[in-house]
């Protein structure tokens, strides 16, 4: 093909690439896989020179499939592997523009074509496998378009909530507001994300307050695995801006949890998050409830909310508290989640008030999440969400301590509950595969009890 068309050059590839997708020839064998992924790998490639090309055409590919009529199990497997194969192009084609200029117009056009048709996919249903995949993949792609459009997609989010503070329609669906879970912040994008709440939260509809919620202790932990240095320097120089806006938010929410107890398992651990993200204000309240100094009148309420946490912890230990489905059941995820975050600092930084907390907390959690008598359970129809619990709090042990590990221990007895077993392979699993920091332990750290995992 002439070297001197090469508009049409690839569109000719692109048309290739879908004519080789499941979705047109259905099962792929071992040689026409081998085809599909180099043309696969020539657009992403050709993406750099022809970028708005490529991504218009992989995008119409993805309404193609969209339009694509579900025919049995057959038509369903196939369908959603063609989702794989092009959301995964998509997503590299948009990681090859960090260096890349785009006129704003081509940016409009194709990220006004590209966004409705990824979000469409977040939302797909069914639990499989694949469809898990899928799900991920449009995550993904998101991730990597706010890379370069953060200020599209932000304004996007912020039109979404003026539409429904204007609506004033519970019934309104939150719509854009799921994209701040997805995007790519890094602590200005964030301080910039926690103001705009701020300003919004007293005019939306309270059944908005728990999407927007969720939405946000998302965007928290997405710039953690992302930005961690940031976080650490956050420790050394804390960040004005980010703590007012954060402290206003907590307000906020601790008036939102006190008159709607059904949403503290989504606002606590908010709150909590919030308070790690302010350094100076997490040592005041680690040295009142600690050491039994003075705290500021300022600070009273969010001292009031740790300490309500840590009894609720604790009476569930003893036994006092009804049932773990409850509210001592989200004081439980709070913390889980505060020894999570603890383990995005260099543990050899001992002195740091965030271990201090952490320690005040891990024997209790032990005992409720790694008790072999009495099993971590918050019904049959949150089992997956318990096991996830389990995992997150078995990885921050071993990050915190390496060497001393009682949570393992209960994990490898042969007499302990199969849940732990369980959690005990994913958790190790995730210790290989998963991206890390450099103090976090890597998987020799289990070498030596290789006798007993063979058991």
Not at 65 to 93: H, M, P, W
Not at 115 to 130: A, F, H, Q, R, Y
Not at 163 to 187: F, K, R, W
Not at 189 to 217: A, D, G, P
């Amino acid at each position: 093909m002439s070297t001197s068309k090469p508009v049409e050059w690839v569109t000719a590839l692109i048309e290739r690439f879908e004519d080789q997708l499941p979705i047109k020839c259905g099962e792929l064998t071992n040689p026409m896989r081998s085809n599909l992924e180099q043309n696969k790998e020539c657009l992403i490639a050709l993406s750099r020179f022809k970028f708005s090309l490529v991504i218009n055409g992989l995008t119409d590919i993805l309404k193609t499939i969209d339009n694509t009529r579900f025919g049995g199990y057959d038509q369903e497997k196939n369908i959603y592997e063609s989702y794989l194969i092009v959301l995964d192009a998509v997503e590299q084609c948009l990681a090859n523009t960090k260096d890349l200029s785009t006129s704003r117009l081509d940016e409009a056009i194709y990220v006004n074509k590209l966004l409705p048709v990824v979000c469409k996919l977040l939302n797909v249903p069914g639990d499989g496998i694949t469809v898990q995949q899928v799900r991920q993949l449009a995550s993904n792609v998101l991730f990597a378009l706010s890379v370069n459009n953060f200020g599209t997609l932000f304004s996007k989010v912020v039109s979404r909530l003026e539409c429904l503070i204007v609506s004033g329609d519970e019934t309104c669906e939150a719509g854009d507001l799921d994209l701040i879970q997805h995007m790519n912040v890094d602590m200005l994008k964030l301080t910039r994300l926690l103001n705009e709440e701020v300003q919004k939260w007293r005019l939306l509809k309270k059944f908005h307050h728990t999407e927007l919620v969720k939405s946000v202790e998302k965007a928290i932990w997405n710039w953690l695995d992302t930005y961690p240095e940031e976080f650490t320097d956050l420790q050394k120089r804390p960040n004005a801006e980010l703590s007012d806006n954060c402290e206003k938010l907590f307000e906020l929410l601790d008036s939102f949890g006190e008159s709607n107890r059904r949403k503290v398992q989504y606002v606590w651990p908010l709150q909590m998050m919030l308070l790690v993200l302010c350094p100076i204000i997490l040592e005041e309240l680690v040295y009142a409830l600690e050491k039994g100094g003075p705290c500021s009148a300022e600070h009273l309420r969010k001292r009031n909310f740790v300490d309500a946490l840590k009894r609720q912890l604790h009476a569930q230990v003893l036994g006092k508290q009804h049932s773990a489905g409850g509210t001592e059941s989200a004081a439980v995820v709070t913390f889980v989640k505060l020894c999570k975050a603890a383990t995005y600092i260099n543990n050899k930084d001992s002195n740091n008030v965030l271990f201090v907390m952490v320690q005040s907390v891990i024997g209790d959690l032990k005992q409720i999440l790694f008790n072999p008598s009495k099993p971590f359970s918050r019904g049959q129809d949150k089992i997956n969400f318990d096991l996830e619990l389990m995992i997150e709090f078995f990885l921050a042990c071993l990050r915190l301590n390496p060497h001393n590990n009682e949570v393992l221990k209960a994990c490898l007895n042969l007499l302990s509950p199969a849940m732990f077993h369980y959690v005990l392979v994913k958790a190790l699993y995730r210790i290989i595969t998963q991206k890390r920091l450099a103090w976090w332990p890597q998987i020799d750290i289990v070498y030596s009890r290789a006798g007993e995992l063979r058991n």
